[in-house]
């Protein structure tokens, strides 16, 4: 009888125990995470301005939002950057990827180089290629130094151009990580199937058009969600790089909303940008997790 | 018997100023951004000389130039109710500040020291909420100011330009002669800053008040601000194609080495030529954006007092009685090339440019012409004036043209309000 309690205690703990030890980063991702989520939807219907205040103003901020042109700007800039972003990183990653799979000597070797850009922080990357692009210093002047006087290339002063040099930036940083998630889902495909195909007579492109590269669906869904978030988010890459300049050139809506809710006393704005910057997430990930994640085995 | 009463006498002195120190005991928690080697340099007499008073001081420095860093960590100090006991800080942000009711009131050791006569009536305007003393005045910076270098001016035959258009042909001339007419860091602020000169000399202090700081809207998008505009067009044409993103001291350094010839920037420039030794007059002049003489665009860095304990606020009145006291006003802004806040300070250990700042500072205030700058958030609150940087950033890089930028204003600066 008591050792019968006793063993439904254990049994019970055994229960219990995983739920206790998540307890707490439960309660605080709900506090930190969703709490904060929701006061700051909150707050982008207050008329908060250095601190937050509790007077409603309904949808005045939204109103507010969309008619500043830095905004409209913003939306646009990450519209280019994260759509370039995501596709060239995408595309180098898998070249690059497909090409080191080839068993090649030194794979060991090539491997880290590509991927130690990762290792650095934006802030790291966004100063270097400053200097880099930077005509009056980096490669033009080298170029020119030379001999080579006619080149030219200064996107990173040109209004129209600068959001492409963050581009270039945050490819050379990622493209080498994606590289490695395709790296290791290439390594995870059946070699039974690819001998079989070859006994078929396909050819290298039809394996890797037909075969390969639809297996690698969960890499890809992989390197879409993590780089999708990095493009959102990215703020320390255009502080470093450009500063939200030439101009206002490259302020992306991160920029925007810490600078709104920070430097210029307008925390309701701020949070309302954020608000839409969170439903643009969720419009782009929730649809295409969903989509992914349902697909039966 | 004597010896005794000595004794005694030297005892009772003894704990007189050991129960003055008991008094003065505590220390000041100060927040600031002032971490650049000149600018430390220059706060380390405010500590040395509170040190003799016996106060404490509990450093608290969050660098980065404009204090937005700082202004971030203050909210999260004053949001969970622990603020410091001074913040450095700048313009409205003050006012922001005291419309939330958490700062200090000065008035008891203002009357006593007679601020109100002193601390011109411009700076006033940013140190008191309501009628009562929040905050104390540090320095005066101003920024219609063109720095230049003289040598290369001499060899070119330049003489220093009086209106504008001779400041044109002088560009001019230098672009002709294959220099960098202008020096120019291309950040939002740093346009701001020059547009503040070329407001105040298409317009005078009537139009710049009426503009910046009544914010009328004819006024902004009259015809004065449109010839603001095309003037900034104007000096677009002489930087250099490479502007854009420059640090301000690294454009101070292309006038330093003779590769540019002017800069439009406020007086903290200064401190970059004498550190290079060079002399203000002899190397180097300094003169106020042609057009602009006798008016001064200023802005002015204070210390704001927040509401402390009991214990704390001996020390907290220490400080601001520290910070106004002329010796401190004249060791301070020599050290960080600005002027004093107050006007009764004798201008013997400044250079030439701050003596001539100092008279001119005075004459400002006397003529009412001493006027809050725009770039620096001492025309308008932060909101408005941040509308405005995206307008003359918009225009100085070319996305605007004169007549749409002063549309743009109107709407930009309405939005904000």
């Known amino acids: ?297 | 018997m004597r010896g005794y009463l000595g004794k005694t006498l030297t005892i009772a002195a003894m704990l007189a100023m050991s129960a003055g120190i008991a008094r003065a005991d505590g220390s000041v928690e100060v927040l600031h951004w002032w971490t650049s080697g000149g600018e430390a340099a220059a706060l380390n007499v405010l500590k040395q000389d509170l040190q003799k008073e016996g106060i404490g001081w509990k450093d608290m420095p969050v660098a980065g130039g404009g204090g937005e860093q700082a202004m971030t960590v203050l909210r999260a100090r004053v949001t969970a109710g622990d603020p410091p006991t001074a913040v450095q800080m700048l313009g409205y942000d003050i006012q922001d500040w005291a419309k939330q009711g958490v700062l200090a009131n000065l008035d008891d050791i203002a009357a006593k020291d007679g601020w109100d006569k002193v601390v011109p009536a411009a700076l006033q305007k940013f140190s008191k909420y309501d009628g009562h003393w929040i905050a104390v005045p540090v320095d005066v910076h101003s920024t219609n100011w063109v720095w230049a270098n003289k040598k290369l001016l001499d060899s070119l035959g330049i003489a220093q330009p009086k209106t504008w258009d001779d400041f044109v042909a002088a560009l001019q001339k230098v672009k002709d002669a294959g220099k960098i007419p202008l020096a120019m860091g291309g950040q939002p602020w740093q346009e701001a800053t020059m547009f503040d000169g070329v407001v105040l000399s298409v317009g005078g202090p009537d139009f710049y008040k009426k503009a910046f700081i009544d914010l009328d809207p004819a006024a902004l998008g009259g015809p004065q601000m449109v010839e603001a505009f095309k003037r900034m067009d104007q000096l677009k044409g002489f930087v250099d194609p490479n502007f854009s993103g420059r640090d301000w001291n690294l454009a101070t350094a292309m006038v330093i080495k003779g590769d540019a010839a002017f800069q439009m920037m406020g007086d903290w420039a200064k401190g970059e030529f004498l550190r290079a030794n060079m002399k203000p007059g002899v190397d180097f002049m300094c003169f106020r954006t042609p057009g602009t003489d006798g008016d001064v665009t200023f802005n002015s860095d204070q210390f704001v007092m927040f509401k402390v304990g009991k214990d704390q606020q001996a020390a907290q009145n220490a400080m601001a009685e520290a910070v106004m006291s002329p010796s401190f006003q004249s060791s301070f802004n020599v050290v960080k090339g600005s002027v004093p806040a107050r006007t009764d300070v004798p201008d013997t250990a400044f250079d030439d440019c701050g003596k001539m700042a100092m008279a001119q500072l005075k004459q400002a205030n006397d003529k009412g012409t001493l006027l809050g700058s725009m770039a620096h958030g001492h025309a308008n609150p932060a909101a408005v004036k941040n509308a405005i940087y995206d307008v003359v950033t918009a225009n100085f890089n070319g996305d605007y043209d004169a007549e749409r930028a002063a549309k743009e204003l109107v709407k930009a600066v309405a939005l904000a309000q």
């Open chain 1, 1 to 297: 009888m008591a050792r019968e309690t006793a063993l439904d205690l254990r049994t019970r703990l055994q229960e219990w125990i995983p739920k206790l030890v998540l307890a707490p980063s439960v309660a605080v991702m709900l506090v930190f995470v969703y709490g904060f989520i929701l006061f700051t939807a909150f707050l982008s219907f207050t008329d908060s301005k250095i601190l937050p205040s509790y007077g409603l103003v309904g949808w005045h901020n939204y109103w507010r939002l969309f008619q500043l042109p830095t905004w409209s700007l913003a939306i646009e800039n990450l519209a280019i950057f994260a759509a370039l972003y995501i596709v060239i990183c995408s595309v180098i990653g898998l070249t690059l990827a497909i090409l080191l799979d080839q068993k090649i000597r030194g794979e060991g070797m090539l491997r880290p180089i590509y991927l130690y850009p990762m290792a650095l922080s934006f802030i790291v990357t966004g100063t270097a290629w400053k200097w880099l692009l930077d005509p009056g210093i980096g490669i033009e002047h080298t170029l020119h130094l030379w001999g080579w006087t006619s080149f030219h290339f200064a996107w990173i002063k040109e209004s129209d151009f600068a959001i492409y040099t963050v581009v270039i930036a945050a490819v050379w940083q990622t493209s080498g990580f994606v590289m490695a998630m395709f790296l290791a889902g290439l390594r995870g495909i059946d070699n039974e199937i690819l001998k079989a195909a070859q006994m078929d007579g396909a050819s290298n492109w039809n394996l890797y058009r037909r075969i390969i590269i639809p297996q690698l669906r969960p890499a890809f869904l992989s390197a879409f969600v993590i780089l999708a978030h990095l493009a959102v988010k990215s703020y320390d890459l255009v502080v470093a790089l450009t500063g939200g300049g030439p101009g206002r050139a490259t302020e992306l809506p991160a920029t925007f909303m810490y600078s709104y809710t920070f430097t210029r006393n307008e925390m309701g704005v701020g949070a309302a940008s954020a608000v839409i910057m969170l439903m643009t997430i969720a419009a782009i990930m929730v649809p295409y997790l969903y989509a992914e994640l349902k697909e039966p085995k």
